[in-house]
């Protein structure tokens, strides 16, 4: 993952739920094109947030030897715009997983700090791939171009890396 759209993790359960934030700052440059007179945190964006923390849920799962790549985004709901100064929280959790893949559903919710509580905002249902067991016959490279320094320096921060190793991955 070049990019990343999720700060830090806050909740892991293994093989079944993830829970991830992303705080919402004017320092970011897309907010200052996204509707120049009101920023708002775009929603391709925070599907993308939602992405990646239900594909971490789902690598995770078997140690991150597996490739896993989006394969479909089923359906999307977003209720409401998060603004700079509000977070977002991801909860992804982990509906079926196999040899082939796996399928998410999530809530997207969001803090404003002056109210003090979590709004949810939105849902996703995601299915991500292993193309590792792609039947198309296309080769791919043998190191996992998926999860990079950034997703490792994320894990790390979360002390995912270390509940991670010691579950056998």
Request: charged share 25%; with cysteine; hydrophobic share 40%.
């Amino acid at each position: 993952m070049r990019w990343m759209w999720i700060d830090t993790v806050v909740a892991y359960e293994p093989g079944r739920r993830m829970v991830a934030v992303k705080n919402v700052s004017l320092a970011e440059e897309h907010l200052h094109d996204h509707f120049p007179d009101q920023p708002v945190m775009p929603a391709s964006l925070m599907v993308e947030g939602m992405a990646q923390t239900a594909g971490i849920l789902v690598g995770s799962c078997r140690g991150f030897k597996e490739k896993v790549i989006l394969a479909k985004i089923g359906n999307v709901t977003l209720d409401s715009e998060v603004v700079p100064g509000q977070c977002i929280r991801y909860d992804a959790r982990i509906e079926r997983m196999d040899d082939a893949g796996a399928s998410t559903v999530g809530t997207i919710e969001r803090l404003d700090h002056r109210v003090g509580t979590w709004e949810r905002i939105g849902s996703t249902e995601i299915v991500f791939s292993h193309i590792d067991q792609n039947r198309s016959g296309l080769a791919f490279p043998e190191e996992n171009f998926v999860f990079g320094e950034n997703f490792r320096t994320l894990l790390r921060g979360a002390g995912l890396d270390k509940a991670i190793a010691a579950a056998g991955g």
